[in-house]
Nanobody, 121 residues
Framework: QVQLVESGGGLVQPGGSLRLSCAATGSIFSINDMGWYRQAPGKRRELVAAITRGGYIHYADSVQGRFTISRDNGANTMYLQMNSLRPEDTAVYYC???????????????WGQGTQVTVSS
């Protein structure tokens, strides 16, 4: 089994910062692409940022310049540093990863359980 566990969410004032973590545990051979998504009430889940195993990064336009995605391949962990937070960043944030459980298996997509980020004064 593979589990993705997010942490670091919470309540922050506008302009503040939070750092999210996503740790992958279980039977893991390798992790390819990883990403952060978010879903606000009444809205569709959207991609926030993604990072490949080799370090190629993509950001949604709405977070470019404010959020920084990174990963530690040795620790099977991904991070999202969120600065200059706005009320519109309020959502449940989910991590996603493409995981191979062994050299003989193909890739499967896994999701974390989500962590709430609330930006409010």
């Amino acid at each position: 089994q593979v589990q993705l566990v997010e942490s670091g969410g919470g309540l922050v004032q506008p302009g503040g910062s939070l750092r999210l973590s996503c740790a992958a545990t279980g039977s893991i051979f390798s992790i390819n692409d990883m990403g952060w998504y978010r879903q606000a009430p009444g809205k569709r889940r959207e991609l926030v940022a993604a990072i490949t195993r080799g370090g190629y990064i993509h950001y949604a336009d709405s977070v470019q310049g404010r959020f920084t995605i990174s990963r530690d391949n040795g620790a099977n962990t991904m991070y999202l540093q969120m600065n200059s937070l706005r009320p519109e960043d309020t959502a449940v944030y989910y991590c996603n990863a493409g995981v191979r459980r062994s050299v003989l298996r193909g890739e499967s997509m896994y999701w974390g359980q989500g962590t709430q980020v609330t930006v409010s004064s």
